[in-house]
């Protein structure tokens, strides 16, 4: 059965879970012959599959959610990933220490194409206009690296813990010059790579087969990439086509990544989705999503692959 | 036999400042085996009427014959070889190459082309040249060579647009003794545009005088001079007193451009 | 089967064309432009109809220009953040140094074989390679896109100014010498003159690779608004038919720019062979 | 020759500017980096840092060149790393996308200089074309094609293609029209048929304008390929290689990737220019 | 009173299929006032031999002297008017424009200027084409356009590279009677080429022919003609002989090409 997994970014430890099933068999011994497209920063995920270019996609509740709303059918039907790792990290330089006080006037970097909605949300939360101003903060379109915190274009830049901020220290700044923010610690913490597909994927019981077996061999790769970081980093590179990631970098990537799927089985914890849900509709005058979403997540999956 | 026939031909331009009545009521009978020379000002409509005759351009007024059809027929017929002011050779075709195109053309075999190509540039005496690009030429040789080009496919008629305006006069003696032969030999008959008195008076059977704003010819000179005509003809009095003959013709009619 | 109505609008349009066309007048050369913009028009929003194209994918065109005329005030802020600050002035800045240099290496035929080797090469270079450096030197906002423009049209235009400063004739130049012209006057009323043409086509080739430099550049980091911006967020949005208005507001910006430096072209360089023949 | 000297001038004095910038530009983290040490610096030992950062804001030309040797001659030309892979995987698709954009502009000055309805209809529109963001559209056609089923070389070489065909297009409407009244005059009174003069005298007398367009468009196929490879989650490519680079504030990848392209793109146009002196000597109207 | 003195002038162009020795061993003396033509066969250096004069060409070897000083000289001096074969007017001034360039070069003052172009443009008939374009004149106009602008500034010397070879008889004699009419009374010095040989008789007080490969003079014939000379002295028996002198000079040094 051939089956395509559309990814949210480019190929790293993040995925590292997909590559170990793919290239440990996993996926094979469940008869599924899987193609992994790596994403980038101007792919969306969501756009790939309302076109048909994939079967199921690795994307962040909040973008899924928006989706959803603009009509686009989007239904989870995994959460490898229980924890948030997104975080604001300011330069300590800049005299930012409490949210609350200290962003006003600030500039602050922000990724976009989909992932500008927990900014979003903890901003509006917080109070805080993103038009700039005194009273507000400046925000900027964050390109692909942390150079402007580097050259300080901003106070603060959007940062994974696994990714981001390990450039921030390589680059030779030491953690005691550093703030961090955690959307964990804030309370606005939403769920990210999660894996959807179309509501009509999920009508076809032969598909819906198929996804039990996708989704039971990609956590038994998750499980064996927590615990041998070393080889699911090898693996990563050994897809890696660019040839720019370095080993140093993707191990570390994959033990902070554990970190963030250790809670999880698979299954999306209802309690995590509700909190998400109310992150992304607390927005104020402009919340991300306006109504309660319906049936954005399903059981049937997981239930199936984890029993 | 009449080889060409215009009556009351007019041809009128449409441009933006207005129209440009390039030919007004021109009628002329030429024979066939004649050879004529139109002379005038610049700007009298000679281009023009040689470019009626030859289906280039349509009179607006007035009918042409051409061998007894009507000119696009005659070009149809490749009845006419046109030969321009300036040669006018394809750059990336040597001379033989040149002179070969109107005859791929009209679909004349291989062993029929090499052979017309012989023939016509040994008699424009480029025979040595055959090989050579136009631009490794001198003027004087690519408009020999274009002129080798109109006499391939051996037209019954041939028309001539100031062949030689840019050529120098001895080179151009050269020209005009070769061409009177050629005339001569083959019973061609023969349109030839000329700025020159002289040259119009050595070459021609008849001279037609044109006058411009309109276009229209003003007097039509039948040449008393004998077919054989070495080039010191020029000097006889006979000679000069026709070429002065054209001359008042011109002057009749010219206003200063 | 459903392809046949798309078949029928293409035929009936092209028969129109091709009857309209051959009058050939001012009037009716632009209704055929249009009547062929219009039947692509058509024929896009019967296609994403008949085939049920999902709007994610292809917005319909009444779709695009509902958009349009929904965010006119976003679009006007982009088009400001984008065009006006960073294409135009880049351009004109690019411009400016591209015409200061070429003068002041006219004089010297050794700046001019060493520079315009290398300047052919850097105008071959892929653009897009340094927008990330130049934003990351000159900040987020317009100014870095605008330093991308500057870098991208400043070497079409060098090349092209340069070739026109060395293309007058002989002759022309011979007639100075015998009047014997002081180099000012040479460059003022001989070179500058017969370089026009040529510095026009390099002015109209840049004008389209401006608004190229200055949308890629904003894909490198920006600020809140911008074409470019615009783009990627609206499309991480899912909101296509917000992108295909913006495209359609570059294609109009760009198509007028363009339209702008031919009529200055067409007013400074009347002279010209080209600019005096209707047809070619 | 006669202008390597002066080639080489400029290229030094280009050299030894990028030095000054280099140390100008990264001083002022060399010397965050001290504070934050609390170290003092001396000048020579600043210089020298600036000169050999990691990530440097601007990288110096012996990092770049080590960089570029690294990619060329320090890998197996198989491997992801090496920048002949990459450079292969671009020009690939470079010429794919040159090939389609010829074509269709060769064929569309065709149909402009034969038909009056396309002559009134097309040009303005083909302006408009260009003036359309292609970096914004790329991953578009890159979605649409792959929800075709169609993916790898072909959406990248349709922007390439994008990009390409427009100089083609302006050139050989300009070349097939360059023949003059008198020698389509000739044709005429040869009474030649259309296909003919095209064949012997269109043709011919467009090739130089064809070349010289030719030279433009496959430097503007290699920027769209870039393009392409840019946002839409390409793997491969020099493109892709800027982008990683980018990511991870790899600076000396960057500009290794920048002058891989460059020189790629200079050698295309240096082989179109000699195909273009073979040609015109075997036509006989190089002189 | 010597105006242009050459004494063994050779001037050699080095070119990629060798040396091309455009003149060897030339010397001429023009006296002031004098009118000289120069004739000879296409390439043997007229053109050459007239730009040395106007230090457009450096001699390779020999001295050339004009008005006493050196050619540069003379140039930096403004002692001549250069009129060249092709028209060469700028396409982005009026004809008036054209005129005044070389004046505003020089300094001359708005009013002066106004003035003088009046008056040159009246002198080739072309007082109501001031404001028009170059490319909106016929080929003759233009080129009565370009001596206008050689005489607008009042050298004593006039140097005229077959300026008249691009028009028609008619218009050509006109321009010549305007010409000799023009020289007599402002007593300039001209050096003038052509390749007409009744053109070079009709205007000269010296005829200097030319020979090719390498470029020298063969003959220098002094003009027995009176200076008034109406347009009929070219049917005198002494034009004529004249003329015949020129020719055979030419053919002595003639080779087909
Ligand atoms: N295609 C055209 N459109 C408009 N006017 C034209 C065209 N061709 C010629 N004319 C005009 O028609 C008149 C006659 O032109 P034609 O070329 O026949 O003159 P000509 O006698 O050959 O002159 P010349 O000796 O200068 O070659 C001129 O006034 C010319 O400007
Ligand atoms: N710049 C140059 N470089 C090389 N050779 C030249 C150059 N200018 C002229 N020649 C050669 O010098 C010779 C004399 O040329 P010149 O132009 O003086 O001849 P001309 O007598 O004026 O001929 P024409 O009557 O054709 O104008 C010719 O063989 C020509 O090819
Ligand atoms: C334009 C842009 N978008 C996102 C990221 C950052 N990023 C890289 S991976 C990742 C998590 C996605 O699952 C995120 C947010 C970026 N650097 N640039
Ligand atoms: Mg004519
Ligand atoms: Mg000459």
Redesign the interface.
Known sequence: QELTLQLKWVTQAQFAGYYVAKDKGFYEEEGLDVTILPGGPDIAPTQVLAGGGADVIVEWMPAALAAREKGLPLVNIAQPFKASGMMLTCLKESGISDPKTDFKGKTLGVWFSGNEYPFLSWMSQLGLSTEGGPDGVTVLKQGFNVDPLLQKQAACISTMTYNEYGQVLDAGIAPEDLVTFKYEDQGVATLEDGLYVLESTLQDQAKVADLVKFVRASMKGWKYAEENPQEAAEIVLENDETGAQTLDHQVRMVKEIGKLTAGSNGTLDEADYQRTVDTLMAGGSDPVISKTPEGAFTHDVTRQAVN | MTAIEARDVSLTFQTADGPVHALKDVSLTIDRGDFVSFIGPSGCGKTTFLRAIAALETPTAGTLAVAGMTPDQARRRRAYGYVFQAPGLYPWRTIAGNVSLPLEIMGFSRADRMQRIARVLDLVDLSSFGGKYPWQLSGGMQQRASIARALAFDADILLMDEPFGALDEIVRDRLNEALLDLWKKTGKTIGFVTHSIPEAVYLSTRIVVMSPRPGRITRVIDSPLPPERPLEIRDTPEFIALAQQVREGLREGHSYD | MSALPILAVWLGA?GL??W???F?TRA??LA??L???AT?LILWEMAVRIYAI?P???PAPSQIGASFARNTAILWTDFVQTILKGALTGWLIGAAAAIATAIAIDRSP??????L??G???????????A??L???F??DWQSKAAVVVVMVFFPILVNMVAGLAAT?P??R?????????YG?SLW??RL?AA?PFLFNGLKIT??LA??GA??A???????RG???R???A??????PL?WA??LV??I???L??GIVALAEKKV?????SQ?RQ?? | MRSALPILTVLLAIVAIWYLAAVWMNAPWVRDQAARADTVLTSGELIRQTLTLERPVLPAPHQVAAGLWEGVAGQKITSKRSLVWHGWVTLSATLAGFAIGTAAGIGLAVGIVHNRAMDQSVMPWAVASQTVPILAIAPMVIVVFASMGITGLLPKAIIAAWLSFFPVLVGMVKGLRTPDAMQLDLMHSWNASRARQFWNLRLPSSLPYLFASLKVAIAAALVGTIVGELPAGATAGLGARLLSGSYYGQTVQIWSALFAAAILAAALVMLIGAVERLTLRRMGMAR
């Open positions: 092209l064309n091709t309209l066309s051959r050939d009716t050369r055929v432009a009547i062929f913009g692509i999902p994610v994918i292809l050794f700046l001019q074989r060493g520079l080797p290398i052919n090469f850097v105008a071959a270079l892929p653009i897009v390679g340094i990330p450096i934003v990351m030197w900040g987020f004739e002759m022309q011979d007639l100075m010498a015998t009047w014997a012209a002081p006057a009323k001989l003159p026009m004008t389209t608004l190229i949308i890629v904003e894909f490198f980091g920006s600020p809140t074409m470019g911006f783009i990627s967020t499309v991480g949005r899912l909101d296509l992108v913006e495209i570059a294609a910006a760009g198509s720019f363009y360089t009347f002279w010209h062979p005096r047809r070619g």
